[in-house]
């Protein structure tokens, strides 16, 4: 299967950054469309679309494979309108961080295979769109029992081409994946950067004083919020799930601090640090 | 008030690094001791120091300036043993991340002023010593009300001679403020940690799977169990009430995600969001 015509629906970062990786992988054409005029523009200033489309279906017509590179909460909706409009054999995949919803409301759209690279940005627009944004990313599909092999085929090739390492997992176990390793820790982002900028105590200003390790665990906080009160919505009940299963163990820790019981608070420092090792020790083995 | 002389008690990371920066700022000789003779010889090894010491008494005698460099558990006893030993002229001053015990147990030490630079390392080692570990970082200094103003000079122009930027502030604030900024987030990051490397759900590796936004997250997580347990410990009553409050926090969140109230969740988002642009403007006024 080769990909000749491309078509990116959605030119914000994500969508222009696939368009400068299928360019740089090779493909032929570029074609590409946003509600808002001026995405689009920058977009083909960018190099990442080159032939920008008024209207959806001239982005999409006679394409390989279509991209909706929407937020998670326009992904059926604009699929649905794309699925009407394509050529037989096209296939469409989305880039959404969530994964149950949208392919149980697109069960029946043939063409529709989806799809999650994970190499979010805390930044956004199609200005900082980057052709490597997408290298070593592991980029999650999500194939229901009765979706098409070939098109599976023809979206795990894409992603490979564009630098990433595909890997097919069922949408409830990407889900309760993402809601601890993404989701949680985004949302703790937020509400750490909210408790310490209320806490102006002692006439110390905490935000300022805070210091490069709080900077970096607190880098995420607040980017993009329409894009990700969508995300966590989307995935409510497991993330609910994921920050009640931390706040459990916060209490352990509280518990072991308030009593002073030094045994129970560098066991688990070390089991954390046992856990880091092993982290590290897999990154070496599989770079 | 010129250091000619200085002595560094506990040469690991931060003791070694404050040998360097003394170098590099032009003092000239740099004692060291250390109980640990193999640290002290990698101290002497880095550059660090210029005069090893085989007892305390040799370290520290005819010094201007003694920097207690030891875990916080063992900064009060190190200190004392100081103070028996230095001229009646010497300052003698600490690196430890609490202050308020540290500094409420040598109350009586008149040579004694509590300093913190905030500037740790996930990593540690005399061998991994920097001279410009202490170049704008804050560096806190916790004066009780009956201390030697002299001596809080003597310590004030060292700290900012090694690039560093003083700040006075009660014991009491200090360790509010590194509960909340420091402490907090650290034990965040290893309880993290210790959550996602125990989902192994749906044959995922999340700690292999969890992509570079969570690995910044949780860089520091397992970092030097002793030290940080001694850390944890000494401030204990204000980081379990730092978790407790997050803990509230979180809840709030969840009851929000659970009713699926989109209005609350993006406005905690947006409020993260404006507190980090807070943030960010007051960095690059005040870099």
Do not use: Y
Not at 74 to 87: F, G, I, K, N, Q
Not at 169 to 193: Q, W
Request: aromatic share 4%; glycine share 8%; hydrophobic share 50%.
């Amino acid at each position: 299967v080769t990909i000749r015509r491309l078509a990116v629906v959605g030119t914000g970062l994500m969508g222009a950054s696939v368009g400068l990786a299928a360019k740089r992988a090779g493909i032929e054409v570029v074609a590409g469309f946003d509600a808002d005029r001026s995405a689009l523009e920058a977009a083909v200033a960018r190099g990442a679309v080159d032939v920008p489309a008024h209207v959806l279906a001239d982005a999409v017509m006679d394409t390989d494979l279509v991209v909706v590179a929407t937020p998670v909460g326009a992904v059926s909706e604009v699929t649905r309108a794309v699925a009407e409009l394509v050529d037989e054999r096209c296939a469409i995949t989305d880039l959404g961080s969530t994964k149950r919803r949208i392919c149980s409301e697109l069960a029946g759209v043939a063409a529709f295979l989806g799809g999650h690279p994970m190499c979010g940005s805390e930044t956004s627009g199609p200005e900082r769109a980057r052709a490597d944004l997408f290298d070593d990313a592991t980029w999650f599909l999500t194939p229901l029992p009765d979706s098409d092999p070939s098109r599976l085929e023809v979206v795990t090739t894409f992603a490979a081409s564009l630098g990433a390492r595909p890997l097919v997992v069922e949408p409830e176990a990407h889900d309760r994946l993402l809601a601890l390793v993404s989701h949680l820790p985004h949302a703790l982002a937020n509400l750490l950067v909210a408790q310490v900028s209320e806490a102006e105590a002692d006439r110390l200003d905490p935000l300022t004083l805070a210091g490069t390790s709080f900077r970096d665990l607190t880098r995420v906080a607040g980017a993009n919020p329409g894009i990700w009160a969508g995300i966590f919505l989307d995935n409510r009940e497991l993330l609910a799930d994921a920050l009640a299963e931390l706040r459990g163990r916060m209490e352990d820790l509280e518990a072991a601090l308030r009593a002073g019981d030094d045994g129970a608070v560098l066991s688990s420092i070390e089991e954390a640090a046992a856990r880091r090792r092993q982290l590290a020790a897999r990154e070496r083995r599989d770079p």
